[in-house]
């Protein structure tokens, strides 16, 4: 198979985007009144208008081209169909099943998984039941009414996250509190404030030995033990998503309160999982499922809509036309809601630990993959880095996302929310001319030069494109729709730069490097025996230790 760089499609997109390069979206607004009805589609809740980028038929019919020669249909079936897709760990990737409800097999080396995924589900909700409805008790006999939950990187966002974009679905009677970094004092401000004998505390972590995580659930555990629990009530205090089962029951913990992960779910992959079960307290088990059927409306549409009329497959084309043949080294998410504040940094962890790659199959690649990810909630960003946005030379693609329905509706509030949404979005694709500006300034009573300056100034290239995603309201079936959505982006473009999107050993390396150096900090007596730096700046902490 030729390079990518190398397939016809890419040579012709090439082409193309030096062609249209001094083309402007405002025009092409002006000379087609279709134009936002032609680039606009729908599936599973969700509305993309993508009719504000620069692009033109050309350039999509290409771009279907690329994913066409680079086989994405292929490697979407060799995904859901349960093949070893993730080649450097020789794993499947099978996230979708988790949330499979067609009723029909998922193969893994010749074995159906649904069945476990099943009865893992049915435990999750039985569990569920007996924390929301009081059943489960603490070792003094109260009902639990907080959970902790300690996890890092995708055992941590996912839920956190998820659930601060569902803060209208909360159960009343739990609360549900993240807890991810190693800094102690973030354990301790938490723990603080609970009643041992009504929490409970959600460890997760596949090997039960991530570093972070472990010591956070050991600070937990003797913090337990110091305000009246015992060894033997830890098991109704403490759980696990783990894949360990020996570790966690030497922990304290009780077999029956230990949930599986599978190899073939990645960490940024495993909300659906038993990693959800924070989220599942926190909304309940009836929202938890509709999250997770959100998630297979957009799976069965990805799978079965021709690609004009596919979400994913039209975002992921698009970035990609920005990322190699626009020099876009960054997009932005920006969500028009303020429950939905989080949601760029879970789309982050995802597109960036998946895509931030420089191999494809055993070759470095010549191009450019993964884009940085960034963004936070609407109107904040307006007065702060929107400016760099309207006005730089820098192109950074955004994503603006607005609920047409919010809970307990401010109509004059949500108003104001979504005009200041779609004036972004204006403004960024129109701009404002130097004409048009000292147009608007010639009775403001300047001399002719201070006029001439200060339209210089004030003049907006526009040109800048973006998306607009619109939802009827933020419900669990419609963010597990986007979640899926985002995902799906994720793996066609892997999929077209050839990378592998599902192992990560950037993390793994600093995990490694991390343990070494700890170790290092904790024999104190031995002299460390890294590079020039990191031997100075070890040395300086010991000694403040001392």
């Not at 996250?161 to 009677?173: F, G, T």
Request: aromatic fraction near 10%; include cysteine; glycine fraction near 6%.
């Amino acid at each position: 198979m030729a390079h990518l760089n190398e397939q016809p499609a890419w040579q012709k997109l090439s082409d193309i985007a030096d062609a249209i390069k001094f083309e402007h979206m405002r025009d092409w607004f002006n000379n087609d009144p279709k134009r936002a009805e032609k680039y606009t589609v729908e599936a599973a809740g969700i509305t993309l208008d993508y009719s504000k980028n620069r692009i033109n038929q050309e350039v999509m019919e290409s771009l279907f081209e690329l994913a066409e020669q680079c086989n994405v249909a292929e490697k979407c079936s060799a995904m859901f169909s349960g093949e070893q897709i993730n080649f450097t760990e020789h794993r499947a990737v099978l996230h979708t099943a988790l949330r499979n409800f067609s009723g029909k097999p998922v193969m893994v080396d010749g074995k159906d998984v649904m069945p476990e995924v099943l009865a893992t589900q049915a435990k999750m909700k039985a569990f569920v039941a007996s924390i929301l409805q009081g059943e489960h008790k603490g070792y003094t006999g109260k009902p639990i009414t907080d959970v902790v939950s300690i996890g890092i990187g995708g055992s941590f966002l996912g839920p956190k996250i998820m659930s601060e974009a569902l803060k209208p679905y909360w159960q009343k009677d739990v609360k549900v509190h993240f807890v991810a970094n190693v800094d102690g004092s973030h354990i301790q401000d938490v723990l603080a404030q609970r009643d041992p004998e009504q929490t409970l505390i959600l460890m997760s972590s596949k090997s039960f030995s991530t570093q972070e995580t472990l010591q956070n659930t050991i600070t937990a555990k003797q913090w337990f033990l110091a305000n009246g629990g015992s060894e033997t009530d830890i098991a109704k205090h403490f759980m696990a998503v783990s894949s360990n089962i020996k570790a966690a029951t030497e922990f304290g913990m009780a077999e029956e309160n230990i949930f599986p992960m599978w190899d073939w779910v990645g960490g940024r992959y495993s909300l659906w999982s038993a990693i959800g079960l924070p989220l599942a307290l926190a909304i309940g088990w009836d929202n938890f499922e509709a999250l997770l059927k959100g998630a297979f409306s957009m799976d069965e549409h990805f799978q079965n809509a021709p690609a004009e009329q596919n979400l994913p497959m039209i975002m992921a084309l698009i970035g990609l036309w920005y990322r190699n043949f626009f020099n876009a080294q960054s997009y932005v998410l920006l969500p028009y809601y303020h429950y939905l504040r989080g949601f760029p940094a879970y789309v982050q962890q995802l597109d960036m630990e998946s895509n931030g790659k420089q191999v494809a199959g055993d070759e470095a690649v010549e191009y450019e993959t993964g884009p940085i990810v960034w963004g936070s909630e609407g109107t904040n960003g307006q007065h702060s880095f929107h400016q760099l946005i309207h006005q730089s030379h820098t192109l950074i693609p955004a994503d603006f996302m607005l609920p047409l329905k919010v809970p307990n509706q401010d109509n004059t509030h949500h108003a104001m929310l979504a005009s200041n949404c779609f004036a972004q979005s204006q403004a960024l694709m129109q701009g404002q001319s130097h004409k048009e500006i000292a147009e608007a300034l010639k009775d403001k009573g300047l001399k002719q030069d201070e006029l001439e300056v200060l339209a210089t100034h004030k003049t907006m290239p526009g040109n800048k494109p973006s998306n607009t995603l619109l939802f009827e309201q933020l419900d669990p079936h419609t963010l597990g729709a986007l979640v899926a959505m985002y995902e799906h982006k994720v793996f066609v473009q892997g999929a077209i730069w050839g990378v592998n999107s599902y192992d990560q050993w950037g993390v793994e390396l600093g995990k490694v490097l991390g343990n070494q150096i700890l170790d290092k900090i904790q024999e104190a007596e031995e002299a460390p025996n890294f590079d020039a730096s990191t031997n100075q700046l070890i040395t300086r902490f010991v000694d403040s230790l001392k």
